[in-house]
């Protein structure tokens, strides 16, 4: 096995992530540790160094050149038959790489990927509509794992046969390329829900908003770029799968504003319609409220979803702009 860590300028996470590598439950003789950084400019390096008599490695690329294009570099000179994807600031759970590595006695498996446990800052653990959303995503998932294949994966710790790997460019978002074209080799992918990691929450909305933004924008320009993989007749129920999960998500943003326009054109039909647009107009609102902090407190409850809803799906709507412009994500500055 080999844990590649990807790192930019985690000089406050870098050491802890590398420690929580070193306790794995999984045999060290087998074990290679690479921490991959990307131009970092601050102690990361140094520190990585620190560690290097205990078998760590360290690669580094300069000239700032992205996350995919350092995997790019980094995964060919592994010496696991299996690669582990992670990021710097995600604490794996002690028997996470024994978990993911026990599915790949089949032959069909190409690659596993586990979850993400959200945590607040003090340790203790969070409920959100972030984090439902996170749950909710591994519910698609586990449930993609029994009919086909799971659609992408989490990119904090993920796991493929190395010889499935497939050079990216360097504006692919790599853990949905990467099981777009482990799937395109005849191979799936499986969710294993005991293989977990934990990282720190999202700072706040405007993060959550610009991570989302950016998500979405590679995302689209994956699926355009593998649009091949939407026809049915090549690849079954996967396709499904790949316009049900991905497609139809970033397309919401569009119903929510041809909902509102049809509503206010059917407002004099029936005393529906009104009840309807009332609803709606409720809706945004509350959201609305979320940005005061008073209401916040005493309505949170019923506030943060409606407020989270909107945040995402106007950091969709926002991707997709970006997308029709040409805009392009390679590199982006950790929001931790």
């Known amino acids: 096995m080999s844990l590649l860590i990807s790192a930019y300028n985690e000089e406050k996470v870098i050491d802890e992530k590398i420690k929580n590598s070193l306790s794995l439950s999984y045999p060290p003789s087998l074990l290679e540790i690479v921490v991959v950084s990307d131009g970092s400019t601050d102690r990361t390096e140094e520190i990585v160094k620190q560690y290097s008599d205990q078998g760590v490695i360290l690669r580094s690329y300069q000239g700032r050149i992205g996350k995919t294009a350092c995997l790019n570099e980094a995964v060919p000179l592994a010496k696991g038959e299996i690669v582990v994807f992670s990021d710097a600031n995600s604490r794996y759970d002690k028997n996470a790489i024994k978990e993911l590595v026990r599915h790949f006695g089949d032959d069909q498996i190409g690659f596993v990927t586990g979850?993400?446990?959200?945590?607040?800052?003090?340790?203790?653990?969070?409920?959100?509509?972030?984090?439902?959303?996170?749950?909710?995503?591994?519910?698609?998932?586990?449930?993609?794992?029994?009919?086909?294949?799971c659609v992408g994966a989490d990119g904090a710790i993920f796991a493929i046969r190395k010889k499935l790997f497939k050079a990216l460019s360097d504006a692919d978002i790599n853990d949905l390329v990467i099981p777009l074209k482990i799937i395109k080799q005849g191979y799936k992918g499986?969710?294993?829900?005991?293989?977990?990691?934990?990282?720190?929450?999202?700072?706040?909305?405007?993060?959550?908003?610009?991570?989302?933004?950016?998500i979405t924008n590679r995302t689209i320009r994956a699926i355009f770029n593998d649009s091949d993989m939407l026809n049915p007749f090549k690849f079954g129920l996967f396709s499904f799968e790949l316009f049900s999960h991905k497609i139809s998500k970033f397309l919401v943003p569009f119903f929510m504003i041809t909902l509102l326009i049809a509503n206010l054109f059917l407002i004099t039909k029936g005393p529906f319609f009104l009840l309807f647009l009332t609803g709606q107009l409720a809706?945004?609102?509350?959201?609305?409220?979320?940005?005061?902090?008073?209401?916040?407190?005493?309505?949170?409850?019923?506030?943060?979803?409606?407020?989270?809803?909107?945040?995402?799906?106007?950091?969709i709507?926002?991707?997709?702009?970006?997308?029709?412009?040409?805009d392009t994500y390679t590199t982006w500055t950790t929001l931790r």
């Open 115 to 149: 979850k993400t446990e959200y945590v607040s800052g003090n340790g203790s653990n969070v409920f959100s509509p972030i984090n439902f959303y996170s749950k909710l995503e591994i519910f698609v998932k586990n449930l993609e794992s029994k009919i086909s294949s």
């Open 190 to 214: 499986i969710l294993e829900e005991k293989a977990f990691c934990i990282e720190n929450s999202a700072n706040g909305y405007k993060d959550e908003f610009r991570r989302q933004e950016r």
């Open 283 to 315: 809706f945004y609102l509350l959201a609305v409220l979320g940005y005061f902090r008073k209401c916040w407190i005493s309505l949170s409850k019923v506030i943060s979803p409606c407020r989270t809803f909107l945040v995402v799906n106007l950091a």
């Open 317 to 326: 709507l926002n991707g997709w702009v970006k997308y029709l412009k040409g």
